[in-house]
Nanobody, 119 residues
Framework: QVQLVESGGGLVQPGGSLRLSCAASGSIFSINAMGWYRQAPGKQRELVAVITRGGSTNYADSVKGRFTISRDNAKNTVSLQMNSLKPEDTAVYYC?????????????WGQGTQVTVSS
């Protein structure tokens, strides 16, 4: 059984910062790409940022220069540092990981953490 557990969401004023973290645990042989997605009310889930095992990153245009994704392969964790937050960043943020259990390879999701940017 594999689990992704997120932490770090909350309420922040515009221009503020938050750091999201996600830890993968369970029967893990290796983790390929890890990433963060978000879903605002009434909208589809969208990619925010992704990072490969080797450290290559990709960001949504809307967050480039403000958000930074990082990972610790030894600890099976991924983080998202969010700076200069805007009200339009308000959403539920989901951690995602492509995990090889040694038996099969599958895509896993965390339960989501709410980020609200408001004055």
């Amino acid at each position: 059984q594999v689990q992704l557990v997120e932490s770090g969401g909350g309420l922040v004023q515009p221009g503020g910062s938050l750091r999201l973290s996600c830890a993968a645990s369970g029967s893990i042989f290796s983790i390929n790409a890890m990433g963060w997605y978000r879903q605002a009310p009434g909208k589809q889930r969208e990619l925010v940022a992704v990072i490969t095992r080797g450290g290559s990153t990709n960001y949504a245009d809307s967050v480039k220069g403000r958000f930074t994704i990082s990972r610790d392969n030894a600890k099976n964790t991924v983080s998202l540092q969010m700076n200069s937050l805007k009200p339009e960043d308000t959403a539920v943020y989901y951690c995602n990981a492509q995990i090889d259990t040694g038996i099969y390879h599958s895509n896993y999701w965390g339960q989501g953490t709410q980020v609200t940017v408001s004055s």
